[in-house]
């Protein structure tokens, strides 16, 4: 019913961007809040950043402060994940999510729904 198709994922050089797109398959789901996790090789799956439903409020984690940012465009039920001075440590699959509460990807570190994923790999 509700599907989330994360693209923009590859390959890049420490200190370099990447911009990562999350397409919802719903517009109703304009009223829910999203959100970016991720997981690295033999790692637990981690909350990376989330926003609120009208885009008024953003969360991050702070591993990610200063450098990531995440935005939505409600009319084109997409929400993005903006990479800025990435790192080795940033090298992992990146997960799109969505939830009725902000709250329970912020502080749960879950939600309701969830993309397949696009690995990026963050070269030394």
């Known amino acids: 019913q509700v599907q989330l198709v994360e693209s923009g994922g590859g390959l890049v050089q420490a200190g370099g961007s990447l911009r990562l797109s999350c397409a919802a398959s719903?517009?109703?789901?304009?009223?829910?809040?999203m959100g970016w996790f991720r997981q690295a090789p033999g790692k637990e799956r981690e909350f990376v950043a989330a926003?609120?439903?009208?885009?008024?409020?953003?969360y991050y984690a702070d591993s990610v402060k200063g450098r990531f940012t995440i935005s939505r465009d409600n009319a084109k039920n997409t929400v993005y994940l903006q990479m800025n001075s990435l790192k080795p440590e940033d090298t992992a699959v990146y997960y799109c999510?969505?939830?009725?509460?902000?709250?329970?990807?912020?502080?749960?570190?879950?939600?309701?729904?969830w993309g397949k994923g696009t690995l990026v790999t963050v070269s030394s």
């Open positions: 926003i609120s439903w009208n885009g008024g409020n953003t």
């Open positions: 719903r517009r109703t789901f304009s009223t829910s809040a």
């Open positions: 999510a969505a939830d009725d509460a902000i709250g329970k990807m912020t502080v749960g570190g879950s939600a309701d729904y």
